[in-house]
T-cell receptor, first 113, second 115 residues
Framework: GENVEQHPSTLSVQEGDSAVIKCTYS??????FPWYKQELGKRPQLIIDIRSNVGEKKDQRIAVTLNKTAKHFSLHITETQPEDSAVYFCAASSNFGNEKLTFGTGTRLTIIP | NAGVTQTPKFRVLKTGQSMTLLCAQD?????MYWYRQDPGMGLRLIHYSVGEGTTAKGEVPDGYNVSRLKKQNFLLGLESAAPSQTSVYFC??????????????FGAGTRLSVL
């Protein structure tokens, strides 16, 4: 089955700096890669996703890049703000007919004021 | 529009007791999932369902059973609770269309402690 590895497990950045979280996946058939944000005590919520036919996607201060050859994808957050502090999960889904997501182990991002 | 609702929010069990967690969604989603979240382990899939009357095993199914008798409900059962099942349980539902894939909407979670 699919295996998703996520790094780093914790990340602290100064407010206003950029943060990058990286994930690798094992199944070359994976074609959908979402990122979820979970604030303390809250439920995970989708913040951005990318399909395998796209190399990069941006939404305001967040962007995701995908390298299918290397089987890795990354989340980039620019101009970080205190409200960006949360746990971020990457995930991968293989096969268009298979609706399971395999999640990474999460990255706890702390923004230092 | 409530989205995904989980009951109960908190529960404390003694080892060997049984319980059922209820997940209800009002978005007419076909797919529903049960995850457990443990520190440093991310979200691990327990069981899932791709439609009413169907269930399938996920990554960590042992010790749990599920049922999807109605499209809007997905029940997670613990027949004989063990301390290793102490965790936060999340239910999620999703739909799939030509434009959107696998957006999962999560419930607020159930915090379960097994003593």
């Amino acid at each position: 089955g699919e295996n998703v590895e996520q790094h780093p497990s914790t990340l602290s950045v100064q407010e206003g700096d950029s943060a990058v979280i990286k994930c690798t996946y094992s199944d070359s058939a994976s074609n959908y890669f979402p990122w979820y944000k979970q604030e303390l005590g809250k439920r995970p919520q989708l913040i951005i996703d990318i399909r395998s036919n796209v190399g990069e996607k941006k939404d305001q201060r967040i962007a995701v890049t995908l390298n299918k050859t290397a089987k890795h994808f990354s989340l980039h957050i620019t101009e970080t703000q205190p409200e960006d502090s949360a746990v971020y999960f990457c995930a991968a889904s293989s096969n268009f007919g298979n609706e399971k997501l395999t999640f990474g182990t999460g990255t706890r991002l702390t923004i230092i004021p | 529009n409530a989205g995904v609702t989980q009951t109960p929010k908190f529960r404390v069990l003694k080892t060997g007791q049984s319980m059922t967690l209820l997940c209800a969604q009002d978005m007419n989603h076909e797919y529903m999932y049960w995850y457990r979240q443990d520190p440093g382990m991310g979200l691990r899939l327990i069981h899932y369902s791709v439609g009413e009357g169907t269930t399938a095993k996920g990554e960590v199914p042992d010790g749990y059973n599920v049922s999807r008798l109605k499209k809007q409900n997905f029940l997670l059962g613990l027949e004989s609770a063990a301390p290793s099942q102490t965790s936060v349980y999340f239910c999620a539902s999703s739909y799939s269309s030509r434009e959107v894939k696998n957006i999962q909407y999560f419930g607020a979670g159930t915090r379960l402690s097994v003593l």
